[in-house]
């Protein structure tokens, strides 16, 4: 049981976050929500593995929990503002704009989006 609700954090961390990262790609750069996004990432795999490297976080359960909190978090800011992003550039590209009206882009973005 324990087992099963460690991999449960960060599924529910990530469903529990996204709304709130919808409201934060309003309000800053997307580029800059998903590079934040991979540097905590970066962070909670650093924490959760066992590596010697760092001695701090080896097999401590608290940093474990910790890094495991942080990977829910950071994977919905890793992908929440990428499928607004990529329309945006996508509707920054005239040739692409002149070819396609809005609602198909639309429909392409999203189906690269979920393939993703």
Known sequence: MNIGFAFGIP???YA?????????????KKRGLILI??????LAMLMIGGTD?????YKNP??????LCLMGLSTSLCTIPCLPEM???????PE?????????LEN??????VTL
Request: proline content about 4%; overall charge negative.
């Open 62 to 67: 608290f940093f474990i929990f910790i890094g």
């Open 37 to 42: 996004g991979f540097f905590l990432i970066t």
């Open 87 to 93: 329309l945006e550039a996508i509707e920054e590209d």
């Open 11 to 13: 599924a529910i961390l």
């Open 108 to 113: 392409v973005i999203s189906g690269l989006f």
């Open 16 to 28: 529990t976050t996204c709304p709130f990262i919808y409201l934060l790609t309003d309000m800053f």
């Open 53 to 57: 490297a760092i001695p701090i976080f």
């Open 96 to 104: 692409m704009v002149d070819k396609y009206d809005d609602e198909e």
